[in-house]
């Protein structure tokens, strides 16, 4: 098998073509005005960390079309409900906080859904519940 001579170039060549090019462009594929990976990780790694829970959007047109609205003392205890089900292990909990069923997805410390009384009361998939 007789394979051609300088058909693919060598890695010198490679690496001085890749050299030229960023030397005219300056760096290939960084974007303008991008956030170094390093950044953004520290800042989701913050974000996560302060255990302040987040309302997914569909959470909070559920709150205003139910017109329910949280007091301190409520979103304080709804947090501390979700911190608990994470310390069990829970990934998706119902927490009942008063009058209030929330569906909260643990890991992303979220809040999928929120239920008043005048609701029907039926909740599917989740692994765990913590009443406040």
């Keep these: 098998m007789n394979i051609p001579v300088n058909q693919f170039p060598s890695i010198e060549q490679m690496t001085q073509q890749l ?3 960023k ?3 300056g760096n290939i594929n960084k974007p303008q005005n991008s956030t170094p990976f390093s950044e953004v990780l520290k800042s989701k790694q913050a974000a996560s960390e302060t255990g302040e829970l987040k ?3 569909h959470a909070n047109e559920r709150l205003a079309s139910r017109n329910i609205d949280l007091t301190d003392n409520q979103l304080e205890r709804l947090e501390n409900g ?4 994470s310390e069990k ?6 927490v009942m906080v008063d009058n209030l069923a929330f569906i909260v997805n643990v890991k992303n410390n979220t809040v999928i859904t929120a239920v008043n009384d005048g609701e029907d009361r039926v909740f599917t998939n989740i ?3 913590v009443i406040m």
């Design 55 to 57: 309302f997914s959007k």
């Design 89 to 94: 292990g829970i990934n998706e909990s119902l």
């Design 19 to 21: 050299n030229a090019a």
């Design 82 to 85: 979700a911190k608990k089900a």
């Design 127 to 129: 692994d765990g519940a």
């Design 23 to 25: 030397n005219t462009s």
